[in-house]
């Protein structure tokens, strides 16, 4: 099982990042799906997790409005489009794959597969 996150660099605030996720080496399409982060100095948060129809999404408080999350089925992979981009979204991020079901959408928990992590920083 492999999961291979990508789009992560450099940004100005305001500005946009699309963040992808390709899985392999499972049946995407019944996970749940979700991306976390990990700031310098702090413990990693839950930022948004989609379920397998696409059908139920949630957000971390302070990014909704600002990111999307969505997936594609046919191509095993989920995505995070970061809009309006603040400082405070500078971290590593990571994709994950949940099989337990939407109830653990938000606990790291319930994630069973890891992706390697993708850094984003975001420049005032």
């Known amino acids: 099982v492999q999961l291979q996150a990508s789009g992560g660099g450099l940004v100005q605030a305001g500005g946009s990042l699309r963040l992808s996720c390709t899985a392999s080496?499972?049946?995407?399409?019944?996970?749940?799906m979700g991306w976390f982060r990990q700031a310098p100095g702090k413990e990693r948060e839950f930022v948004a997790a989609?379920?397998?129809?696409?059908?139920?999404?949630d957000y971390l408080d302070s990014v909704k409005g600002r990111f999307t999350i969505s997936r594609d089925n046919a191509k095993n992979t989920v995505y995070l489009q970061m809009n309006n981009a603040k400082p405070e979204d500078t971290a590593v991020y990571y994709c994950?794959?949940?099989?337990?079901?939407?109830?653990?959408?938000?606990?790291?928990?319930?994630?069973?597969?890891w992706g390697q992590g993708t850094e984003v920083t975001v420049s005032s």
């Open positions: 994950a794959a949940n099989p337990t079901g939407w109830d653990n959408n938000r606990g790291s928990y319930g994630y069973k597969y």
């Open positions: 080496g499972y049946i995407f399409s019944t996970y749940v």
């Open positions: 989609i379920s397998w129809s696409g059908g139920r999404i």
